[in-house]
């Protein structure tokens, strides 16, 4: 009690005793030491010091309001930002999430000003890079080196490049480039431009593409227009081309008729020049191969006429255990010969394949031509070869 009552006195000394007493006898603080020079009597001051009191209390207020005011929307940044840690946050916010990166994706890379000039006469498609605007930085200061590559999805062997720019997200490319296509292929193929971030030392970034069906484009006029980039697609949709067979089936003689007519639109497979095709008819019996046959080869050209016909002996009860397999390959003299496209037939195929065999199961002697669009090789192969993976047990989720 003594002490409080001296410490009290202590601090009460310096507001009632002159402004000399203070300095000696206790160390205000500076608001104390300020009031204890005004002379003012001992309520007002008492008054003073209660009002600073209930101030500094509301300015506490105000800066713990102001802290979580800031701290919900950090909530919603992490959502747009895609830096979600949590998982339960995840699996929450996660079809927002989708939308949000497929947004991302689709806009923010910026925009293309090319032009097409088709010349019926020469059978030249004339593409014009002019310039590109707002292109996303892809560098750490901020900018890209641009430039374009362009090709047609008709011939994707040939492909041009614009000159590099420096540093700039806003590039005057102004190259023209020209594309043997003759009419008849126009249809079937696609302009693709591709903007690239050149990087010295790395792989160079993609920043975005335009692609443009040119069955969708009136090439009797000049075009010229602007198109936003958006992502590159990941695989590249090759056309391989189509071919016509007919296939026949006599129960009473096991005998099996693969017919191969002709083929169009193949792939270009050598670099100076067209292809080399011929076919390949391979009979796979539970999914060993069986027999095989092949056609000729004709040289350079991109549209064969075949009309080779092969016959397997194929016996009635084994024909639901059967796969043909027909495939595209180009003849090469110096190195290996390369396929170009393939597909199965057989009760296992798929779409147009399933229904050309069960037209062929349920016309027995008569022949069925068909055109067919041949397939990537490896895609055949795996399809060929799914059922004994599918033997397997799948792992539980
Ligand atoms: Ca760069
Ligand atoms: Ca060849």
Redesign the pocket.
Known sequence: MAVAARQGRATASPLTSSPVATSTTARPGFLGGWLSRIPLPKWALIAIAVAVAVLLLLFLICIIRCCCRKKKPKKKERVSLHTVGNSTMASLVQPEMEDLERAAEQTGRGKLQYSLEYNFRAQELKVGVKQAAELKA??SGGT??PYVIVYLTSDMKKRYETKVYRKTLNPVFNENFTFQVPQAEVPDSTLVMQMY???RFAKHDIIGEVRLPLASVNLQHVIEQWSDLVAASKVEEEHLGEICFSLRYVPSTSKLTVLILEAKKLKRMDSHGLSDPFVKVHLILNRKKWKKKKTSVKKNTLSPYFNEAFVFEVPFNQIQNVDVVISVWDHDKVTKNEPIGKLFLGCRATGKQLRHWSDMLSNPRRPLAQWHSLQPPDVVDKALGLKSHLKLPLPHR
Do not use: E, G, K, Q
């Open positions: 892809m560098d890209s080196d971030d050149f990087n």
